[in-house]
């Protein structure tokens, strides 16, 4: 790979890196019931999963095809639902415990990007929350917390609390983002290509190693939806 391409590889990594990180401890910290406030930091989030996925799969083509993937091959091979491309290429990389917490939320982001209703580029009328429970939709997550067994904990309630879901939903997004870019520095993926990433510690800090069970318990007992 010509150095110029690598250097942009890394410049995208960073970019991606960077706004998922600092740009989720921005709206995190802001009113995270707020429906505009939610919409923001789930499109942001699989904004910017989709370029870490497919900066992945394009040094993986490279590195098995000794030639850069072109932009029609990559359209005709990842499209843009995130969903799908977790299942077609990288869902062998995620161990088993996890991979129900992560399909489930890239499921949600896949949703929330997905045309329908007749628009071009969205998928409801943020001017008319009516028309989507952003609460509601989020708390689909609680669909595959509930099978980790919580003595005392009433899923009906967890299911309207927009904040818990939220949280939960980052936690299962932060691991996921690491084990993507944990596939380049740990060469599982590629032959070093992407390696000047100046974020390290952003993807070390505990992300690659969250216990999502644990975490997920731990925001359940911080909200005192059970005892």
Avoid at 11 to 38: M, P, Q, R, W
Avoid at 67 to 84: A, C, M, P, Y
Avoid at 92 to 100: G, P, R, T, V
Wanted: hydrophobic share 40%; net charge neutral.
């Amino acid at each position: 790979m010509e150095i110029i391409e690598k250097i942009k590889l890394n410049d995208e990594v960073i970019d991606s890196v960077f706004a998922f990180y600092k740009g989720a401890e921005v709206l995190l910290n802001d009113d995270k019931s707020n429906f505009d406030t939610i919409y923001a930091y789930l499109l942001l989030q699989a904004t910017l999963i989709e370029r870490l996925q497919k900066i992945v799969y394009m040094v993986d083509f490279y590195d098995k095809n000794k030639k850069q993937v072109t932009d029609k091959e990559l359209k005709n091979s990842l499209g843009h639902n995130i969903s799908d491309i977790h299942k077609k290429f990288f869902v062998n990389y995620i161990e088993k415990k996890d991979s129900i917490y992560i399909e489930k939320s890239l499921d949600i982001l896949t949703k929330i990007v997905t045309v329908k209703g007749g628009y071009r580029y969205i998928n409801f009328n943020l001017q008319n929350n009516e028309m989507f429970d952003m609460g509601e939709y989020i708390g689909s997550i609680f669909d595959v917390v509930s099978l980790i067994n919580i003595k005392n904990c009433s899923i009906n309630d967890l299911k309207k609390h927009s904040i818990a879901s939220l949280n939960i939903i980052h936690i299962i997004l932060k691991k996921y983002t690491a084990i993507l870019i944990n596939l380049l520095w740990n060469r599982k993926i590629g032959n070093g290509e992407v390696t000047l990433i100046p974020f390290q510690e952003l993807v070390t800090k505990g992300f690659y190693q969250i216990n999502l069970e644990i975490e997920i318990r731990d925001i359940l007992l911080k909200y005192k939806f059970y005892d």
